[in-house]
């Protein structure tokens, strides 16, 4: 039976995770269009990826690249767009189908809400939109036909393990790391460590942001708050496992004492590929499989909470809830910032996101205005104990 053919908004499609779902659609002519492309700043890339796919629209949101989009794209037919509040708008055109929400940090959230509000599918690697509103989000989603279908390789193996499964018998997630680069590196040593250190990731190619997010482990405390959403799982009911290999990328416990796991290479386009292919079904690909090879040592090993504090500060976060969580991601983007301009020392981070998240008064049961609200505050507030540091 022919598949119809499905429009696709890319959100961040000049990054790794949209460049990688811009590699998918073309894979699949015939399944999916490229309907819809947002960058934030790269105005080229966006240009060349506009030209290259024939979108209806392209979206660039810093509004000061606007009139070189729109005059390099002259004459083909393609609308420009500025401004969060047009990508917002954009993403609820009737035509489009699904949106892969592959933007970086909590400038994912507002496309989500719309989207959520307009009954999309959504293909979310945002993952801050989760750790920042997820209670929100949950919400939103239990009054629209929209359904959300994780990317990250994490969320898509614990989706995979509960296909045919029942809640109610899972006892455990276990949440797959690599550890990142400073895995086996004292922790005396992280007081020198650079940025180009921390960007040096032994398994994953990802974007800067979030590659210093692996290093710190951060981003492991943003996928424990993310599957506390996808799938309704307590944060004390989600435990981390370092798995220096990054073959398996995630396990289910049930309460028989089984566990399932899901394998695969490390390469994102495979849980892109299964996520886009969701409800319909695995699309074949010609991409490199697995062999016997890679998987003759694989090893497992707790994380070290000393060493990376920030993985302490996500699950009390997590506990808290209201917008603990979304203060912690606002500091987090700053400092991580900071970090890449050479202005703080890596071991900063974690004390910058504390002192943050001790100044920013709580809100217990918030609505979207009280995140928005939180999230300035707390970007202000990070800036200026940096400042000060």
Known sequence: MTQERRNIAVLGSTGSIGRQTLDIIAEYPDRFTAWLLVARSSADLLIAQARLMRPKMVIIADEQYYEYVRDALEGTGIEVGTGSRAIAQAVTAPEIDTVVTAMVGYSGLESTVAAIGAGKRIALANKETLVVAG????????????????????????????MGERMEDVERLLLTASGGPFRTMPKEQLETVT????????????????????????????????????????????????????????????????????????????????????????????????????????????????????????????????????????????????????????????????????????????????????????????????KNL
């Open 135 to 162: 209670e929100l989000i949950d919400r939103l989603l239990k009054d629209s036909k929209s359904v959300l279908y994780p990317v990250d390789s994490e969320h898509g193996a614990f989706y995979q393990c509960l």
């Open 195 to 386: 940025a180009a250190d921390a960007l040096k990731h032994p398994n994953w190619s990802m974007g800067a942001k979030i590659t210093i997010d692996s290093a710190t482990m951060m981003n492991k405390g943003f996928e424990m708050i993310e599957a506390r959403w996808l799938f309704g799982i307590q944060p004390d009911d989600i435990e981390i496992v370092v798995h220096p290999q990054s073959i398996i990328h995630s396990m289910v416990a049930f309460k028989d004492g089984s566990v399932k796991a899901q394998l695969g290479l490390p390469d994102m386009h495979l849980p892109i590929r299964f996520a886009l292919g969701l409800p319909d079904g695995r699309l074949a690909s010609d991409c490199r499989k697995m062999t016997i090879e890679d998987m003759t040592t694989l090893t497992m090993e707790r994380p070290d909470f000393d060493k990376f504090p920030l993985l302490r500060t996500a699950y009390a976060a997590a506990r808290t809830c209201g917008t603990a969580p979304c203060v912690m991601n606002a500091a987090n983007e700053i400092a991580v910032a900071a970090f890449l301009q050479d202005q703080i020392k890596f071991t900063d981070i974690h004390a910058i996101i504390e002192k943050t998240m001790m100044q920013i008064p709580l809100v217990e049961h918030p609505g979207y205005e009280d995140y928005v609200a939180c999230n300035a505050e707390a970007r202000e507030r990070a800036a200026s104990i940096i």
